[in-house]
């Protein structure tokens, strides 16, 4: 399912040889930020791995829809996965993972 309109990036979060990861939002909708895992720019030898990784999170997401806290997927196409946005800092900056939320984490999954 394509996304409904543009994606508008704002700013690059990551990039490594499976994806690049980039905040933004839809052309029609600016206020609401989103995450989009691009896919296009990928090198060729990593480009099957980077696309079945994508495609393994998009279904994901759509099977969690209904479970709080989870990322809400808008759309995804051969371009990349695109998710609502999750406000947080990564765990090597943040300092670890709190007990209670990992149990709570394998628990969900």
């Known amino acids: 399912m394509p996304p409904t309109s543009e994606f508008i990036v704002v700013s690059l979060l990551k990039r490594d040889a499976f994806s ?3 905040s933004g939002h839809l052309a029609d909708d600016p206020d609401t930020r989103l995450k989009r895992r691009r896919l296009d ?3 060729l030898w990593s480009r099957w791995i980077g696309r079945y990784l994508a495609r393994r999170e998009a279904r ?3 099977r969690l829809k209904d479970v709080e806290g ?12 695109i998710r609502s946005w999750v406000e947080g800092a990564p765990v090597q900056l943040a300092g670890g993972i709190d007990r209670a939320w990992a149990s709570d984490a394998h628990r969900l999954l």
Request: no cysteine.
């Open 20 to 22: 690049e990861t980039q």
């Open 41 to 43: 720019r990928l090198p």
């Open 60 to 62: 994901a997401l759509e």
């Open 70 to 81: 989870v990322p809400r997927l808008i759309g995804w196409d051969k371009l990349g996965v």
